[in-house]
Nanobody, 123 residues
Framework: QVQLVESGGGLVQAGGSLRLSCAAS????????MGWFRQAPGKEREFIGG???????YYADSMKGRFTISRDNAKNTVYLQMNSLKPEDTAVYYC?????????????????WGQGTQVTVSS
C-alpha cells in the first residue's frame, strides 16, 4: 500500500520554526518528484515547493527565503524546513509524489498525497 505520512506539525509562535517530514512507503519514490503544498482555511491549496529525483528544487515565489525543501532518498523521506513563521502560514501542509520531473507546481501532476499535518502559528 502506497502511503505518504506527514509529521512535525503543531502549534508555534510567530517567528518560530518547524520542520515537517514526509515518509513515503509502498513503492520506490527515489525517482519521483516530491512536492509540498498547503491549504489555509477558506483558501485553495497552494504550491510551496518541490524537489525532483535529481535534486533540483523549485519554490513558489512567495515561499522563497523562509522555506527549504530537502530529501533523503535512502530514507524515502522529504523535509520542509520552515523559518520565521507568520500567522498567515497557518494551514494544513501536504506532501505529494509525482512521476513527472516537470509541472512541479501543478497539483494535478501529483499521483500520491499524504493526509496532511496541521501547522498553527500564533501571533
Amino acid at each position: 500500500q502506497v502511503q505518504l505520512v506527514e509529521s512535525g506539525g503543531g502549534l508555534v509562535q510567530a517567528g518560530g520554526s518547524l520542520r515537517l517530514s514526509c515518509a513515503a512507503s509502498g513503492r520506490d519514490f527515489s525517482r519521483d518528484t516530491m512536492g509540498w503544498f498547503r491549504q489555509a482555511p477558506g483558501k485553495e491549496r497552494e504550491f510551496i515547493g518541490g524537489v525532483t529525483w535529481s535534486g533540483l528544487i523549485y519554490y513558489a515565489d512567495s515561499m522563497k527565503g523562509r522555506f527549504t525543501i530537502s530529501r533523503d532518498n535512502a530514507k524515502n523521506t522529504v523535509y520542509l524546513q520552515m523559518n520565521s513563521l507568520k500567522p498567515e502560514d497557518t494551514a494544513v501542509y501536504y506532501c505529494a509524489a509525482s512521476y513527472r520531473n516537470y509541472d512541479v507546481a501543478r497539483e494535478s501532476a501529483y499521483a500520491y498525497w499524504g493526509q496532511g499535518t496541521q501547522v498553527t502559528v500564533s501571533s
